[in-house]
């Protein structure tokens, strides 16, 4: 069975799947590296749904808000229990999730930015790479250069189902979820402390499966 969960947070932009990339590489049979971008969204439909509600209407909507937040956490919830069962087929010893859990598509964090429920609280590591602000705007913005004018976004962000938010909303939003992560437990840590607390733990956690089995 899974027991070791590490899930590693940030904003859009702070290096989450390029370290998961990285860590993928250390030891491919025992730790298995998931990025939640590659998540079966269950409810996609109806997310969609909620968010052109939401576009559509003048003014705060509480009830769409909550629906979504609902919704988009039993779909992350879901789409984690699947990547449970693959990495126990797969007989990893440890799974690290990169990505977030939180959703920026209607402007900020929505959801539940801690429903990991895989193991033992107390087999979970929860941990939140925290850059500079210029970097993550940097970073984020780059990314739409380079997308190309066939690609399914231009579409989605011209009927509003999704959204790009400008730098000042950027700031804030960043902010904001730096503080949901640090309150729901989340260790705020810079790109290469990530990386070293990730392999550490996994280290100490191999050789102790290790020598319960010899044991």
Not at 46 to 73: C, Q
Not at 171 to 183: F, G, K, P, S, Y
Not at 184 to 212: F, H, N, Q
Request: aromatic share 6%.
């Amino acid at each position: 069975p899974l027991v070791r969960v590490i899930h590693v947070s940030g904003t859009p932009g702070s290096g989450k799947t390029t370290l998961g990339k990285d860590i993928s590489n250390v030891n491919p049979e025992d730790i298995c590296v998931f990025d939640t971008d590659d998540l079966d969204n269950h409810n996609w439909v109806e997310i969609e749904k909620i968010i052109a509600e939401k576009r559509a209407s003048v003014g705060p909507t509480p009830e769409l808000d909550a629906a979504f937040a609902r919704t988009w956490s039993v779909a992350m919830h879901d789409g984690l229990q699947d990547v449970a069962n693959q990495a126990s087929m797969a007989k990893c010893k440890v799974l690290v999730i990169t990505g977030v859990l939180t959703h920026w598509g209607l402007g900020g964090p929505g959801g539940d930015t801690n429903v990991i429920t895989l193991a033992d609280d107390r087999h979970i590591t929860r941990l939140y790479i925290d850059v500079a602000i210029d970097v993550v705007l940097q970073r984020y913005y780059w990314r739409f250069a380079s997308v190309d004018t066939t690609n399914p976004l231009w579409e989605r962000l011209a009927q509003g189902k999704a959204y790009i938010p400008d730098s000042k909303r950027m700031i804030t939003l960043v902010q904001m979820n730096r503080d949901e992560h640090h309150a729901a437990g989340y260790l705020v840590v810079d790109p290469e402390d990530a990386r070293s607390r990730i392999l550490d733990i996994c280290s100490l956690w191999l050789t102790t499966s290790r020598m319960r089995r010899t044991g």
